[in-house]
């Protein structure tokens, strides 16, 4: 079955970095467009940052563009987030995301607090 475990969140004052990463098992890990979302207390959960599964290409929330970079490891089935210049409003639970037959697949979370 699909599983994705993140790891790598952490408390971190605002302008410091944290990376993020996923651990992919359960499906075709190099086929699929792979996501991390972030959800803040008591707001929708957003799309912060997303790659392609071919040529790596990527796409970012407005909120993250010259912040956050996306990567993925095929050969280990693992995707990234490194986080720069976090800011207090990059607080939320962030999560690991795969769209596979129409189905949302979804990792436990892991808590990023920024303190300001």
Do not use: H
Request: aromatic share 10%; proline share 2%; glycine share 10%.
């Amino acid at each position: 079955q699909v599983q994705l475990v993140e790891s790598g969140g952490g408390l971190v004052q605002a302008g410091g970095s944290l990376r993020l990463s996923c651990a992919a098992s359960g499906f075709t890990f190099s086929s699929y467009v792979m996501s991390w979302y972030r959800q803040a207390p008591g707001k929708e959960r957003e799309l912060v940052a997303a790659i392609g599964s071919t040529r790596g290409n990527t796409n970012y929330a407005d909120s993250v563009k010259g912040r956050f970079t996306i990567s993925r490891d095929n050969a280990k089935s693992t995707v990234s987030l490194q986080m720069n210049s976090l800011k207090p409003e990059d607080t939320a639970v962030y999560y690991c995301n795969v769209r596979r037959l129409s189905i949302a697949y979804w990792g436990q979370g892991t808590q990023v607090t920024v303190s300001s």
